[in-house]
């Protein structure tokens, strides 16, 4: 079965139309997870279910493109903080909460929905290698400013994946009921921390 939106929208009341059915189809997923179906999206973004198949072949199919807007939304804001990051060299407490407040802010918004797409959105090799190639610049990064404060224990590496992996596992799969919570992010990044 393809997933891929069918067409591209050209014109501006298209790419309206597209923007209307993504944004229903965020709200009616995050309120009915994987139940969702294409007729109350439609009915939520108030065009037929024709319109909605001009433009997507199923719900997989917007569920990726949500998915896909979120990624991209992701590697901007965290390229930012961390471009940011590197040229200003806080204290590791201050950049620690920077990358923890960067990635609460990307997920407070439908914590449902989040972890929605992160279990079904990626089907293809080439996105499970997009999303390891995010997770291995993350960790990179990370790594970097552990090192640069003289933390991270023996191995600056795999206590920087850890850290990368653990707090996406909290917004993905733990924090999906509730807003994505900071604070509970950077107590959870300071305990897997070694002393130092």
Known sequence: MDDRPRKLPRQRRARETVETLLEAAAQVFSREGAAATTNRIAERAGVSI???YQYFPNKTAMLRALAERHFLAAATGLGEVFAR????????????RAIVTAVADLHRDRPAL???M??????LPAE??????????LVAEVEFHLRRCGRGGADPQFTARTLVHAVDTQVHRVMTRHTVDADALLVLARQLLPEG
């Not at 990051?85 to 620690?96: G, K, M």
């Not at 499970?128 to 610049?137: G, L, T, V």
């Open 85 to 96: 990051l590197r040229s200003e060299e806080p204290p590791f407490d201050e950049t620690l």
């Open 114 to 116: 989040h972890a929605l």
């Open 128 to 137: 499970w290698e997009a999303m390891r190639a995010f997770e291995d610049y």
């Open 50 to 52: 024709g319109t909605l």
């Open 118 to 123: 992160h279990r079904v959105a990626l089907r």
